[in-house]
């Protein structure tokens, strides 16, 4: 009986409707995770990530600071296996909460099926999948940011005191906001839900105060990474274009008709469905606004910095497919119309009249009177005097009221018997599970292309593939800039013959990322005695057309390059370019290396690549 009763909690709707999510976005995050190499930022997290936690905490008050929780969350997955999957697990699981909560989110705006459609939205965006491969603290973020919102829909809810709710959810957005600060984006879609809901004073209070530790808590690491905004000095404002890449970004499908749909039903969702559009729409809509206004004056802007807003676009759709059916539904021999879920309380209080109008409306337009029961407790047929059951409008899964529960539109005509309200029809269900399904189908080649290494901005591990096999015993590297030296941190074993000729102190010892480098003079003195120079570097430095460095030392490396050496060879990934510099009068004598080209020689495919570097 115990294993009976297990089965029946198990299938229940709402736990399906988190439950499903959860598993789907984890197979799709588990799917090809170790894609066979790093790129940039996922290998300095992994080379601060493999620090001791003084060595971390010393190097965060000049590089990184924003990051800092989450390397010291990484310092802890790393010690237990230090590779490129464990690297990018806490990103598989953050995206699995990330969809589990959706679905939670939407179930309490409006019913288990919402909650499920949405949820599964989310796991199949392909965006959404990127992230939870991604060797970052984004899909961890989006987990608090859904989460915060939940809590903030349950403290509208409460009709007595919250302070618990308020306390979880500060303490929530406060450590959300410590893994990325530009969380902190989403307190001015929550005050515009707040707004839009009519919330009343003890919630503006309850509200404010948890908002107001989260103020005092972010402070000082705003304080502290304003010093460092240097390293985001690589972006540019925000276009047109960035911003339509952004709408195709937030959808299920970001091309063709599975696109257009998504559109469609998200716009449906957010006219007709207001309950859910006073959380989804300021969630979806400010935090991006927000960060590309401001980006107009100092670019901050990166998709994803707002990854937590995508959840807003999924839950939009998926009220906007409830609705379609309910409409399509209604259209039928026999049947009323029903209606989504009402929720009452402070956001569904100032909606009433509202749907009232489009109940009266669609009353008309098919000629019948179809009355509403109300409720706060969710989907449930109304038992009439004849033993049959009429439809109950699945009412308040969001809020719950103060006053006594009224039929939200008493009626003098006697109520439609409904046989089978839409709530409770597993086929509508099982075909919005399938539509989701067959959007996953159309985005399965970008799946695909997205597990290539050749999708990130660059394979470090193929660059020290190719640097183990052919730089001899005593070779010289040269970093330019400094920052990619972390190619020969995360993977040490490319460049263990190889003498790092610009390097001072690693950056352990020193309490930086990339490490400490000699001066000008002594780099010069160095650069003369060598006869060939290995390069790694960023392409754009090395190429003709580049800003001059800010850096004294990083523009004397390049003009050592320009002034005295010869490129003869090179290997490009991305923005990471492998080069072989020789001495011009050498140069001059010796044919092309390996029968290449020179300068823009490519490998026709790189070696087996390193494995990561081990405690």
């Keep these: 009986m115990d294993g009976k009763n297990t089965a029946r909690r198990l299938a229940r709707p709402e736990v399906l409707a988190v439950a499903v999510p959860v598993a789907v976005m984890l197979g799709i995050g588990l799917w090809r995770l170790d894609r066979g190499g790093m790129w940039g930022d996922e290998a300095a ?12 905490w010393r190097m965060l008050h000049s590089v990184d600071a924003v990051h800092g929780l989450y390397y010291l969350v990484l310092h802890v997955v790393l010690a237990v296996r230090p590779d490129e999957v464990a690297l990018r697990l806490p990103s598989v699981c953050g995206a699995a909460v990330s ?11 409006a019913g288990p099926r919402v909650g499920l459609w949405s949820g599964l939205l989310y796991a199949v965006t392909p965006l959404i999948g990127h992230y939870a491969q991604e060797g970052r603290s ?16 349950t403290g509208l809810g409460r009709s007595g005191r919250a302070g618990r709710v308020w306390a979880g959810y500060g303490g929530v957005l406060a450590v959300t906001c410590v893994l990325h600060e530009l969380a902190v984006l989403v307190v001015c879609a929550h005050a515009v839900t707040l707004l839009l809901a009519r919330a009343p004073g003890r919630v503006w209070t309850g509200w404010g105060r948890a908002v107001g530790v989260v103020t005092v808590v972010l402070a000082p690491l705003v ?9 985001v000095g690589w972006l540019v404002a925000p276009d047109w274009e960035k911003a339509e890449a952004l709408v195709r970004a937030v959808a299920a499908g970001p091309t063709g008709m599975v696109f257009r749909m998504c559109v469609l039903l998200a716009v449906a969702g957010a006219v007709r469905v207001r309950r859910v559009a006073r959380v989804a729409v300021p969630l979806l809509v400010l935090p991006p606004t927000l960060l590309m206004t401001a980006s107009q004056v100092q670019p901050l802007y990166h998709e994803r910095y707002v990854l937590y807003a995508f959840a807003g676009a999924p839950l939009l759709v998926a009220a906007g497919g409830e609705w379609l059916a309910g409409a399509l539904a209604g259209m039928g021999p026999g049947r009323g119309v029903p209606n989504l879920p009402h929720a009452r309380g402070h956001l569904g209080e100032e909606t009433a009249s509202a749907e009232r109008n489009d109940r009266d409306g669609l009353r008309r337009l098919l000629g019948r009177h179809v009355s509403f029961a109300g409720g706060v407790r969710g989907p449930r047929a109304v038992p009439a005097d004849d033993g049959q059951s009429r439809i109950s409008s699945p009412a ?6 103060h006053r006594d529960p009224q039929p939200d539109h008493p009626h003098p005509h006697p109520r439609p018997v409904l046989r089978r309200p839409l709530s409770r029809r597993p086929l509508l269900t099982l075909a919005g599970v399938l539509a989701v399904g067959l959007v996953a189908v159309h985005d399965l080649p970008l799946y695909r292309h997205d597990r290539s290494p050749a999708h990130r901005p660059e394979n470090l591990a193929a660059v020290t593939g190719l640097a183990a096999r052919d730089i001899r015993p005593g070779d010289p590297v040269l970093f330019v800039p400094a920052f990619w030296r972390i190619a020969e941190s995360a993977y040490p074993g490319g460049f263990g013959k190889a003498r790092d000729i610009a390097l001072k102190e690693s950056g352990a010892r020193s309490g930086t990322l990339s490490g400490e480098e000699v001066g000008v003079r002594e780099l010069s003195a160095r650069l003369a005695g060598v006869d060939r120079v290995w ?10 057309r580049r800003p001059p460095p800010r850096s004294p030392v990083e523009r004397a490396k390049l003009a050592a390059l320009e002034g005295q050496f010869m490129p003869r060879w090179q290997y490009r990934s991305g923005r990471v370019t492998l080069r072989l510099y020789l001495r011009r009068t050498r140069a001059t004598r010796l044919a092309p ?6 300068p823009t020689g490519l490998l026709p495919s790189p070696p087996p690549r390193p494995r990561p570097a081990r405690s």
Excluded: E, K
């Design 45 to 56: 997290t992994f080379l601060v990530g493999r620090r001791t936690v003084p060595q971390i």
């Design 593 to 598: 290396m390996n029968g290449l080209a020179a």
């Design 535 to 544: 390069v790694v570097g960023d392409g754009r430095v090395l190429g003709a």
């Design 138 to 153: 984004y899909a961890i973020v989006s987990a608090g940011v859904i989460g915060a919102t939940l809590l903030l829909v």
């Design 396 to 401: 308040g899964v969001l809020l719950a009221d």
């Design 99 to 109: 969809a589990g909560l959706v679905g939670a989110l939407g179930m309490r705006l």
């Design 223 to 231: 304080w502290l990474s304003h010093g460092q905004a240097g390293q």
